[in-house]
């Protein structure tokens, strides 16, 4: 890889971890845990950019907001948000982004497996939050789970479809263009 290629790659992945920031802002609050932008968005980025780079833009997203720049929901950062009662859906983006990228580098970025890494991406994300939920806030597993996961479930699975059909199709559109050939 050369110097342009590597350069390319930092930037296509800054640019993955600021849509990230971006649709993290998208926000419906709800008491405990709000409907946000970020799920899609992790969906979203992993499915264009791949395991190795759409991962290294959760990472990016991750380590940003940790250092307290505003790129969490309702404009926030800092660490006091990643161990507070929903740092765990945030913490839980990274083994998300491995294991979609892992399935969609093993069975290919077609339609029908990016659909089922969403989904799973999805389902991983709220059984970490619903996890980190239920020891911060020190509820039982099942006020956890009706709180941090039960309302979502439907909604994530259509986040992740949305997801699935959106990444795919930026993604061939960018390679068709010779834009995201470097990182194939």
Known sequence: MNLSSKTYSLVLTAFG????????QITIPLPLVP??????????????LGF?????????????????????????GGLSILVGPTGGYIVGFIL??????????????TYFHAIIANVMGMMITLAF?????????????????????APFIVLEMIKGVIAAYVGI????????????????
């Open 17 to 24: 971890a600021a849509i990230i920031a971006v649709l993290a």
């Open 35 to 48: 409907i946000t932008g970020q799920t899609l968005a992790i969906g979203l980025i992993v499915t264009i």
């Open 52 to 76: 190795k780079y759409g991962t290294i833009a959760v990472l990016v997203y991750i380590l940003l907001g940790a250092v307290g720049l505003p790129v969490f929901t309702g404009m926030s």
């Open 96 to 109: 998300t982004a491995l294991v979609m990228g892992a399935y969609l580098n093993k069975f290919g970025f």
């Open 129 to 149: 939050g619903t996890v980190w939920l239920k020891i911060v806030a020190e509820m039982s597993f099942m006020q956890a789970f009706l709180a941090g996961a």
């Open 169 to 184: 199709a930026v993604r061939n559109r960018l390679i068709s263009a010779n834009l995201l050939k470097q990182l194939v």
